[in-house]
Structure formats: structure tokens, C-alpha cells
């Protein structure tokens, strides 16, 4: 069922790898953008979600990296909104914050 969020846009926060390997986010991401998302990858480690952008552009998907913070909600939103028009999904995964995120999100949404 390839191409089910064709043309949608998805922002993954927590998008990078901790350590070597895949974490939770990266795949997130990268399953996102195999099934047609336009993916912004947002991690504290601007390098890890830049390594992320570029296994989805190497299997020619379309992504973008930002370093955030997933306490700046607003940030994030602006910044989906700017880079790709809108938001159609979220993923978030990380440690900290997650009550935070998820009312924020809701709201700005």
C-alpha cells in the first residue's frame, strides 16, 4: 500500500539517532516519507536529523531537517507551515515532554 500519505506533509520530532543504528523516530520518518510524505525531521541533534534527510532523499523522497527543541510547539508548526504549506501528521518521539507536546500540538494544530 505505497503512497498512502501522498503529497501530506509529516513533521517527526525526535527524527535523529541517539547511538549508531535506527531509533524509533528515524524509522518513523523514513516509513513516512516511502509512503509519499513530504517529512520535516526535527531532533535536538541537527546532525542526526540530518542524517535521516538524507537516507530519504537517497530512496529520492523530500525532507527537510531543523534543530528544535519540542518544547518550542509554535516553532515547529510555523516552521512545517513555512517549509511545506501545512501539517497533515505528526510523530513524536523522545523522552521528555511527551504531556507537554501533545497538548501543545493539539492546540496548534
Not at 538524507?54 to 525532507?63: D, P
Not at 531537517?65 to 515547529?76: E, H, P
Request: with cysteine; net charge positive; proline share 1%.
Amino acid at each position: 500500500m505505497v503512497g498512502r500519505l501522498h503529497e501530506k506533509v509529516a513533521l517527526v520530532v525526535g527524527a535523529g539517532s541517539v547511538g549508531p543504528g535506527w531509533g524509533n523516530g528515524k524509522a518513523a520518518a523514513v516509513l513516512f516519507a516511502r509512503e509519499g510524505a513530504r517529512v520535516l525531521c526535527a531532533d535536538v541533534n541537527e546532525d542526526a536529523a540530518n542524517e535521516t534527510v538524507q537516507i530519504i532523499r537517497q530512496e529520492n523522497g523530500t525532507a527537510n531537517a531543523i534543530c528544535a527543541d519540542v518544547r518550542a510547539a509554535r516553532s515547529l508548526m510555523f516552521t512545517c507551515q513555512y517549509r511545506f504549506g501545512g501539517c497533515y501528521w505528526s510523530y513524536r518521539y523522545y523522552c521528555s515532554y511527551r504531556h507537554y507536546w501533545s497538548h501543545k500540538l493539539q492546540y496548534y494544530l
